[in-house]
């Protein structure tokens, strides 16, 4: 062996699955090679003697085998408690959302503060608590409601 | 062809998709795609028919119960192919019995041809198989899937987890090797480089 490319990838310039520019190299390349061109000729008489051979094939399915081996169940179960995960998330969700909303009212209601004087922030602030603490309950319960009648499967988890 | 690669990947893809949301008799169609292909690895390695199966069996039975890691967009072949080279392997490492040496290759220095070419060629592809599979494991699995499947060294660097420069200077070693073997173990000894002179070989396909 003398050639610096005797071991260059002829196997793959055999496989014809080189890009255009690799491929023309080499093949230029083996135009002036006589152990290059050895060597892809004994590559292809090889692949021409031992490629595909036949072999004893069984006489029985294998399939059924195989079928019968596996839990075809396996990934139904991934996919419940995948979306008992997603309901679950949802419903975290959905706490997070009206703990914001909260937490939001009382932002605004201390900005308030500032422009109010302060005998009148008393007043002021329990006459907006009972006009917004009505709707507020009924939006936790709406929402309590909603969220038990969608995933009354997550809470009994 | 490239358009046919793309077509089995993407009905590949689809079906495990359908396994993976709960479809399980779904891989029936992996196993009808794939048992031929599998089978044909495994007997190169087990060299008999009984342990070709139940290591086809298991490889199927292992790639089902590993579905979940696989990732969507790789080509499935190629990660069930690397499921399958691994099995076989640790099946060589544990069990496999260790093959009387290559003693019959004189056949391949007859010229003759006659009726009994059919049985003369199976045992010229086993004795190949046989001398293939009893080299060093680097070396015999890039030559079972680069020779008797046909695989591209990009293909085969993917399965083996290497890199295709690997595959090729273990193809190129593991060629020179067979052929050594080949050569050693060939009755006439000079002369008789199978490998490199397909024409005796030929008259017998």
């Known amino acids: ?157 | 062809m490239h358009y046919h690669a793309q077509t089995i990947l993407k009905e590949d893809e689809k079906i495990i998709q359908a396994v993976l949301i709960g479809n399980g008799e779904g891989y029936g169609d992996i196993v009808d795609r794939y048992q031929t292909k599998l089978y044909r690895v495994s007997y190169y390695y087990t060299q008999n028919i009984e342990d070709a199966r139940d290591l086809v069996q298991d490889i199927f039975i292992k790639a089902y119960n590993n579905l979940s890691s696989f990732k969507q967009g790789s080509a499935f072949s190629t990660w069930l192919y690397r499921i399958a080279v691994n099995h076989c392997l640790d099946w060589c490492r544990k069990k496999r019995p260790q093959y009387a040496e290559v003693s019959c290759l004189d056949i391949f220095s007859t010229e003759e041809e006659g009726p009994e070419d059919l049985y003369l060629r199976q045992e010229v592809a086993s004795e190949i198989q046989a001398a293939v599979v009893n080299l060093p494991a680097i070396y015999s699995t890039v030559l079972i899937l680069y020779y008797f499947e046909d695989f591209s060294p990009q293909e085969i660097a993917e399965i083996t987890n290497t890199s295709k420069r690997t595959v090729e200077t273990r193809l190129f070693r593991g060629r020179k090797m067979l052929r050594d073997k080949l050569h050693s173990k060939s009755s006439g000894g000079e002369g008789h480089d199978l490998l490199s002179k397909p024409g005796q070989l030929a008259q017998l396909r």
């Open chain 1, 1 to 157: 062996m003398t050639c610096y490319r005797s071991q260059d990838s002829w196997h793959s310039y055999v496989k014809q699955c080189l890009s255009d520019a690799e491929r023309n190299e080499m093949a230029s390349h083996l135009g002036h090679c006589p152990e290059c061109r050895d060597i892809v000729s004994d590559i292809k008489k090889t692949i021409k003697i031992i490629s595909n051979p036949d072999i004893p094939m069984p006489q029985f399915d294998i399939k059924v085998n195989i079928m019968d081996s596996i839990d075809k169940n396996r990934y139904k179960q991934n996919l419940v408690s995948v979306n008992t995960f997603r309901l679950f998330e949802l419903r975290n969700w959905g706490f997070s959302m009206i703990a914001a909303g909260v937490f939001l009212i009382a932002f605004n209601l201390t900005s308030f503060s500032s422009i109010i004087k302060t005998d009148q922030v008393t007043e002021l602030g329990s006459s907006l608590s009972k006009q917004i603490s009505i709707p507020l309950d009924k939006v936790s319960q709406a929402a309590f409601s909603f969220l038990n009648h969608l995933i009354p499967t997550s809470r009994t988890n």
